[in-house]
């Protein structure tokens, strides 16, 4: 099947009309703005309400250490539980109210404002991508503890079924001081955007192409110490070859699929978003992870809900997520699927 070009829904405006946006969920941002100054003033009772304890507590573990004898333990003692108690109401007098209003922003503005700008995508910010197709695309030798991911956005980008969201993955990590002590750390193996597109093409192969650490750090050396791999493969363009290094289950069909101009697409993927971007290639989909530290789907509560802000940010954040499958040409259809 010969192809197409470049449908509506394919990308977004990266300088969307917030104003026509704002216009148009107007009854929906009205209804935000009481929301949120709600939460505003829970949050002022909250840290009122946090402020009291917290000095109640210090006059008491003040009371303690004067009153003679040996106080001191139950001081302690008072003082750690003030911390907690504060803590604790913090987190239930503000924490809720504040977390409530965002997911509310984005489960309607949000979602209401991405179907306006790209009808083809359909947001649920509860939602992720699914660990088995995480795990599916193979592209970090990492046990997996801990999975947590939100801001889910599928449907079609142009001609391309697409799936994405954040992804928070981490592993358990345990280790034993010389006193038998036991600590236990979270380690980060993959935080940021984790996107699914289809390929458009029926392959067989496993592809993989991540950050080529050894050659970057070792040079002439750490390309010899990849030769090691029996699954290493290596392609014509020089510049591609220093980025990244590419494995696959067959040389010939990963040749086939990583042409020339492929490689230089990738090369611009990287230099968009960051060195450290991994892909696979697997059951006929593109497989794509892109670090990200923080969280970019968030509204701010400090902003009022119809300020332009919030929802031009999203607005280009997606534009900039869907227009991949435009960089990487998964829109032209020049393959028949068997």
């Keep these: 099947m010969s ?35 709600d939460a505003l003033a829970k949050r002022n009772r909250a840290r009122a309400v946090v402020a009291c304890t917290a000095a109640l507590g210090v006059v008491a573990a003040l ?24 803590l604790l109401l913090h987190h239930l007098i503000l924490g809720g109210a504040v977390a409530g209003y965002r997911q509310q ?19 649920a ?4 991508v699914p660990r088995s197709s995480f795990e599916r695309g193979d592209l970090f030798s990492s046990n997996i503890d801990r999975y947590r991911g939100e801001d889910c956005f599928h449907g ?23 006193k038998g002590h036991t600590r236990t750390n979270w380690v980060t193996v993959f935080r940021g955007i984790y996107l699914i597109a289809d390929f458009h093409k029926h392959f067989r192969c496993h592809v993989r192409i991540e950050p080529d650490i050894a050659e970057a750090t070792f040079g002439w ?6 030769g090691f791999s029996g699954d290493l493969i290596r392609l014509e363009n ?26 230089e697409r990738f090369l611009e993927l990287r230099n968009q978003w960051s060195p450290d971007i991994r892909a696979a290639l697997i059951d006929s989909s593109l497989h794509l992870a892109i670090p990200i530290r923080e969280n970019w789907f968030e509204p701010d509560i400090g902003l009022p809900a119809d300020h332009s802000k919030p929802l031009a940010d999203f607005v280009e954040k ?3 997520l869907l227009q991949i499958t435009e960089q990487l040409d998964l829109n032209t259809r020049i393959w028949t699927k068997e």
Excluded at 7 to 28: E, H, N
Excluded at 125 to 128: C, E, H, I, K, R
Excluded at 240 to 263: G, H, I, N, W
């Design 3 to 37: 192809g197409s070009n470049n449908p509506a829904g394919a990308a977004v405006d990266r300088r969307p009309d917030s104003g026509g946006i704002i216009a148009r969920l107007r009854p929906v941002l009205d209804q935000l703005e009481g929301m949120r100054l």
């Design 63 to 86: 009371f303690l250490l004067g009153s003679g004898g040996d106080q001191s333990i139950a001081a302690i003692l008072v003082f750690a539980l003030t911390i907690g108690l504060c």
């Design 105 to 123: 922003f984005k489960s309607t503005a949000f979602r209401q404002a991405a179907r306006l700008v790209a009808p083809g995508i359909d947001y």
């Design 125 to 128: 910010p509860t939602s992720m």
């Design 156 to 178: 079609k980008a142009g001609n391309t079924d697409i799936l994405l969201s954040e992804l928070h993955v981490e592993r358990k990590e345990t280790s034993r001081d010389s």
């Design 221 to 226: 050396f750490g390309r010899k110490i990849q």
């Design 238 to 263: 020089p510049e591609f070859e220093r980025a990244f290094k590419v494995c696959a289950s067959d040389p010939v069909e990963a040749r086939y699929l990583l042409t020339p101009d492929m490689q």
């Design 318 to 320: 997606l534009a900039l």
